[in-house]
């Protein structure tokens, strides 16, 4: 009859449910925190209005992004030669000048990430913003560091800000980066 009797001889057996089993499927939780590196060259060169058109950009890839995740951090950083790490207000509105190391800006992403930001936690969004001038001496290191920064990112761009009056000294940026654009980087 299917039942156990320590006292007696009946058999235990097995039932066509016993010998079913579940396997425990294992849900991967999706990462719900982003962070969105805004980073933007405040040199000489970038005018009120290449800032203006900057900030427009950088709202709206923030509206899109904040919408897919439930705990999304900005980061903000500003840079010439020398890159800080700023607020909000501070980003859009420090005057310009100096000229650009653009290396210096991604280079604190960089940093950043592997500090407060562990891409097994977190994902990771990373823009520039420049008017495409830079240092020639700075071209090469600016090009390795905004490969690292793609491989920790789920996307990233760079976005260059020129009018067709504008001069560019030397190679433009977007040249310079356009070997690494793929589905994980956008010029």
Known sequence: NGTFDPEGDDRFTFHEDDLKYKHIDVTKKPITNAVIF?????????????KYLARSFFFLLYQFIRYRYQNIETVFISHTTEANEVSEDAFFKKGSSGGTFISSGLKMAHDIVNERYAPSSWNIYTFHCSDGENWAEDNTKALDFMKKLVDLSQLAGYIQIKSSQDMIWGEEMAKIFSPLESEKFKI
Do not use: E, P, Q, Y
């Open 38 to 50: 805004f980073i933007m060259d405040t040199s000489g060169s970038m005018t009120k209005t290449k």
